[in-house]
Structure formats: C-alpha cells, structure tokens
C-alpha cells in the first residue's frame, strides 16, 4: 500500500474535501470541540454498543466488527455522505482482502435512520479503491493542500476555519 499509510478516513473525506484529505495526511487536527464530532463521538458510544467492537489493524485501518459474523461494520450519524461511507468500508473489504487474504463482508450502519447497507467489494468499486489510493498518495506528497472549494459540507467541517477565515 506504500509508504503512505492510507486509511478508512482518508477514503471517505476524499469522496467530499480533496483539501481535508491533504490535513488529515499531514497530521493536523480539527476543532475537536466541533459540534458534529462531537455528535458522531457521541452516536458510536451509544449506538450498537453491546454488538460492536473496534479493531485496528497495522495502525492503518480501524473498523467496528460485529462479532459472530465475518462483517466489517461501520457507524454513521446519516446517509448524506453515503458513497463516502460506502467507499470507506469498501476500502476495509479491500485492505483486509489484499493484505490479510481475508474475504469479508461490509455493513454500512446508520442508527438515527434505521438502515442497514450492504457493501460488496466487486472488481469496479476495487478498482476504483485503487484509483482514489493513487489520488490520495498524489495529494499527501504534494507541498501544499489543494484549493480550498466552498462545498456543503464546509458548514459542518471541523476545519473550515483554516479555509474560509
């Protein structure tokens, strides 16, 4: 997977904010006082609490697993960033396939909704992992983070004082 350690989060803020992507990589941290991650901190402690289990995995990935199936899960506040969050358990699927020879399946979460999403990791959405890795790696070495771009979700984000100050 190269010298860059990509993971979970970094797939799914590269489906929403190249610019996010570029923070995260390199090291800087959001307003962890920011009232959506607090919320999400929140809805993974109170949700699923007695089914899930987080597991991390090479200090690359971390994914909440349901015990008692071979199923990658993961909590989600909502469905609005939904290729996001299924592209992110898509790259566990694919991390634990290329890396561990495990075939699992995924589980997208989303609790204040009541859904259940399944996530299959077929030859396209590999493919496509493999393309947004590449990406992601391209972002983390250039110098410099990408332009910022006032999108919807820049309201909710953690950083957007270092973009729209």
Known sequence: MGEINI???????????????????????????????????????????????????????KIDVLPGRMVIGEIKKSSKYLKSAKMQVAFYLYYMKREKGIDMQGLLLIPEERKKVKVLLTPEVEGEIEEAIRNIEKILESERPPTAVRIPYCKRCAYKDMCWV
């Open 7 to 61: 993971g979970g989060t970094l797939i799914w803020y590269y489906y929403i904010c190249k610019r996010e992507v570029w923070l995260i990589g390199h090291g800087i941290e959001p307003d962890q006082e920011n009232d959506y991650i607090l919320l999400g901190k929140h809805i993974h402690e109170i949700f699923y609490q007695s089914r899930k289990k987080e597991l991390g995995i090479d200090n690359v990935i």
